[in-house]
């Protein structure tokens, strides 16, 4: 089941805590919830506090698709994580 506002907005302080604390480079909102709750007001910027934000489909999203789209969604996850990380540190790393 997904978070209530209240469980969202109570966790939050912590959230950004620990991101300003790791100072990550990229960070990746693992389903449309948790990238639309990780940048409100901004659901179409690419950054949190300097990070690169990429979002992915959520396992369980993956795991309810057809057995033929499940490799295929995995895939696309796989590609997006390369794609970002190779766009914030340089190609072959």
Same mark, same amino acid.
């Given at each position: 089941?997904?978070? +209530?506002?209240?469980?969202?907005?109570?966790?939050?302080?912590?959230?950004?805590?620990?991101?300003?604390? &790791?100072?990550?480079? !990229? *960070?990746? &909102? !693992? =389903?449309?919830?948790? #990238? +639309?709750?990780?940048?409100?007001? #901004?659901?179409?910027?690419?950054?949190?506090? =300097? $990070?690169? !934000?990429?979002?992915?489909?959520?396992?369980? $999203?993956?795991?309810? &698709?057809? *057995?033929?789209?499940?490799?295929?969604?995995?895939?696309?996850?796989?590609?997006?994580?390369? +794609?970002?990380?190779?766009?914030?540190?340089?190609? =072959?790393?």
């Amino acid at each position: 089941t997904e978070p +209530d506002e209240e469980s969202i907005r109570q966790c939050r302080p912590r959230l950004e805590e620990l991101i300003r604390l &790791a100072e990550p480079r !990229v *960070v990746v &909102a !693992v =389903g449309k919830l948790a #990238y +639309d709750h990780l940048q409100p007001g #901004y659901k179409h910027s690419t950054d949190v506090r =300097g $990070a690169k !934000v990429i979002h992915i489909t959520h396992p369980a $999203a993956i795991l309810r &698709a057809n *057995v033929a789209g499940q490799g295929l969604m995995v895939q696309r996850c796989v590609v997006q994580i390369q +794609d970002a990380l190779e766009e914030v540190f340089g190609a =072959g790393n």
